[in-house]
C-alpha cells in the first residue's frame, strides 16, 4: 500500500476506501486503501531526464544559494534584490518536484501523478523569470552607474544568469509532462523526449 496524504483533499476522496480488519490483538482496526486506477507521466520521463531536471534543480539551488554570500553593493537595489529573493519559493518547490519525480514509481497514484507534474513546469518558469528580472535590474544598474560595481556584483549577476538558465533549461524540458491514466493514453502521449 502507498500512503499518501491524499484523504485530506476531496478531490482524492474516491480513490480510497476504508479497509477494516482485526489486529493481532483482537482491536478492530481501519485503513485506507488506495482503489482508484493507475497513473503515469506522459510523454513518458527516463531515468536520464529525471536525473537531468534534479540537477538542473540543484545547480540553481547552490547558485541561489553562493550569490548571497557575495559581498555586494549594486545588488542591493530593491528592483536587483526583491526577485532574487521571491526566487527561493519556487526553487524550493521546483526541488522538492524533482525530487519526487526521481522517486516516484512508473507507475503511481493519481494524486502523486498529478502533483509532480503540476508543480514542475510552472515552478521552473516563475524561477527562471524572477532570477531574469534581477539579472536585467543589475545590468540596467550597471550601465546607470558602472562605477559603484564591486567584483562581489559581477559574481552576483552570474549566478543570478546561472540560476535563470537552469530553470529555463528545465522548463524546456519538462513543460509538456502531464499525469494520464493507464489505458486512456493515446499514440501521441507516449512519445519520449
Known sequence: MERSRAMVSKKYLRDYNIEKFVDEKGRNRSRAVYVGGDYVFVPAVPKANKLAIVLLSVVSDLAFIGAFFMRVRAARVWYVLLPFSITMISLYILTLSAFSLLIAKEITTRYNAERIAARLAPAAFVSG?????????????????????????????????????????????????????????????????
Open 129 to 193: 523569470a524572477l532570477a531574469a528580472v534581477s539579472a536585467i535590474g543589475l545590468a540596467y544598474l550597471l550601465v546607470k552607474s558602472p562605477d559603484a560595481f564591486i567584483p562581489g556584483d559581477y559574481v552576483f549577476g552570474l549566478m543570478a544568469l546561472v540560476v535563470a538558465v537552469a530553470t529555463a533549461l528545465a522548463y524546456a524540458r519538462f513543460r509538456l509532462v502531464k499525469a494520464a491514466k493507464v489505458g486512456q493514453l493515446s499514440i501521441k502521449d507516449e512519445i519520449v523526449f
